[in-house]
């Protein structure tokens, strides 16, 4: 099992610094950024300053999007990251939630982001590429060969196909294993249809981690379900909510769902917080003593999940780095 932590942007960049050397002191594999550069600060910045300050943490964006920036420049910068830290950079890619939708935009086709993943990984390894917004081909001279992984984002059937057909891992926003084994096994079975090795495909759980008292952990964490039930709003759009394409435990929470404040996107004082309930966030959280996050992830990790990655938003972020250094990364690392 790897393990992972998130940053937003509002991290400073002091404090930034100190966390991911910390993290990386106890055994986290890697540092992920929102990368919504409206919302919160430019991520890429932010992951080339904490890539000088550590030696084995991979980086990436959780997750990008292929409409953000033009293709070339995208590759341009992943490939030119991927160099100065020497192989240590990973991206996460989605169709582009917050960060298209908060300036009225709308996200990527599913077909654009398959093109743009296998379009950018060939030129960041240094192949001649053509694509539509460019009408002459375009290479990068300086390219060094590196084979960038992209983990894609998904939650409805087409985009796990697409995950699966494509990509080299899948990001799941949810701490469930049972919702893990179900997406996963989606994507899985995508990628043997379409004639891939699976052998090597990882599946990232991404969700807040909180230690403490019951209550007190799910009143820091309730903002979490609120942005996946923004992503499950869009799936229950596209294909109701009983085409059985969707389990029934993920489109019920959101019945009762009013809305979404994109400029609240992933914060604890979104005003769409009403409908989340006690047990939802203790099904999409890792929550507790030291003892329930070990038993979660011994649970996730048995749905076939290859690494969990905390989001780091919720408050006592240097505690929570430090409780997974004491207590939980080495008891998965002697296992």
Same mark, same amino acid.
């Given at each position: 099992?790897?393990?992972?932590?998130?940053?937003?942007?509002?991290?400073?960049?002091?404090?930034?610094?100190?966390?991911?050397?910390?993290?990386?002191?106890?055994?986290?594999?890697?540092?992920?950024?929102?990368?919504?550069?409206?919302?919160?600060?430019?991520?890429?910045?932010?992951?080339?300053?904490?890539m000088e300050?550590?030696k084995t943490? /991979? !980086?990436?964006?959780?997750?990008?999007?292929?409409?953000? /920036?033009?293709?070339?420049?995208?590759?341009s910068?992943?490939?030119?990251?991927?160099?100065?830290?020497?192989?240590?950079?990973?991206?996460?890619?989605?169709?582009?939630?917050s960060?298209? /939708?908060?300036?009225?935009k709308?996200p990527?086709t599913l &077909?654009?982001?398959?093109?743009?993943?296998t379009?950018v990984?060939?030129m960041?390894?240094?192949?001649?590429?053509?694509?539509?917004?460019?009408?002459?081909p375009?290479?990068?001279?300086?390219?060094?060969?590196?084979?960038?992984?992209?983990?894609?984002?998904a939650?409805?059937?087409?985009?796990?196909?697409? &995950?699966?057909?494509?990509?080299?891992?899948?990001i799941?926003?949810?701490g469930?294993?049972?919702?893990?084994?179900?997406?996963?096994?989606?994507?899985?079975?995508?990628?043997?249809?379409?004639? /891939?090795?699976?052998?090597?495909?990882?599946?990232?759980?991404?969700?807040?981690a909180?230690?403490?008292?019951?209550?007190?952990?799910?009143?820091?964490?309730?903002? !979490?379900?609120?942005?996946?039930?923004?992503?499950?709003?869009?799936?229950?759009?596209?294909?109701?909510?009983?085409?059985?394409?969707?389990?029934?435990?993920?489109?019920?929470?959101?019945?009762?769902?009013?809305?979404?404040?994109?400029?609240k996107?992933?914060?604890?004082?979104?005003p #769409?917080?009403?409908f989340?309930?006690?047990?939802?966030?203790?099904? #999409?959280?890792?929550?507790?003593?030291?003892?329930?996050?070990?038993?979660?992830?011994?649970a996730?990790?048995?749905?076939?999940?290859?690494?969990?990655n905390?989001?780091?938003?919720s408050?006592d972020?240097?505690?929570?780095?430090?409780q997974?250094?004491?207590?939980?990364?080495?008891?998965?690392?002697?296992?």
């Open positions: 099992m790897e393990f992972g932590i998130t940053f937003k942007g509002f991290v400073s960049p002091d404090r930034a610094r100190n966390l991911v050397r910390q993290a990386e002191a106890a055994g986290f594999d890697y540092c992920w950024f929102y990368d919504s550069h409206i919302l919160w600060r430019e991520s890429f910045v932010a992951m080339a300053m904490c300050h550590t943490m /991979r !980086f990436g964006p959780c997750v990008t999007n292929p409409n953000i /920036r033009d293709w070339s420049l995208s590759a910068l992943y490939a030119s990251l991927a160099h100065q830290s020497n192989g240590r950079f990973d991206i996460g890619l989605g169709r582009g939630d960060s298209m /939708r908060v300036m009225g709308k990527a &077909a654009r982001l398959a093109e743009f993943t379009k990984k060939a960041v390894r240094g192949e001649e590429v053509e694509y539509g917004e460019c009408p002459e375009v290479k990068l001279p300086w390219a060094t060969g590196y084979d960038l992984p992209v983990w894609i984002g939650y409805g059937p087409k985009a796990l196909a697409t &995950a699966g057909q494509v990509g080299d891992g899948l799941l926003q949810i469930d294993p049972d919702l893990v084994k179900w997406f996963k096994d989606q994507a899985l079975s995508a990628g043997k249809e379409a004639g /891939r090795d699976m052998s090597n495909f990882k599946v990232q759980a991404a969700a807040p909180y230690f403490g008292d019951m209550d007190y952990c799910i009143e820091h964490t309730k903002w !979490f379900p609120a942005m996946v039930g923004n992503h499950v709003a869009d799936i229950v759009e596209k294909y109701g909510n009983d085409s059985g394409l969707v389990p029934k435990s993920l489109t019920d929470y959101i019945e009762k769902r009013r809305g979404y404040d994109y400029s996107h992933g914060q604890s004082d979104n #769409f917080l009403d989340i309930s006690e047990d939802i966030v203790k099904s #999409f959280c890792v929550l507790g003593t030291v003892e329930d996050h070990i038993g979660r992830i011994k996730l990790e048995e749905a076939g999940t290859t690494q969990f905390i989001y780091l938003d408050g972020e240097e505690e929570i780095i430090a997974y250094g004491r207590h939980i990364i080495p008891k998965f690392n002697q296992d």
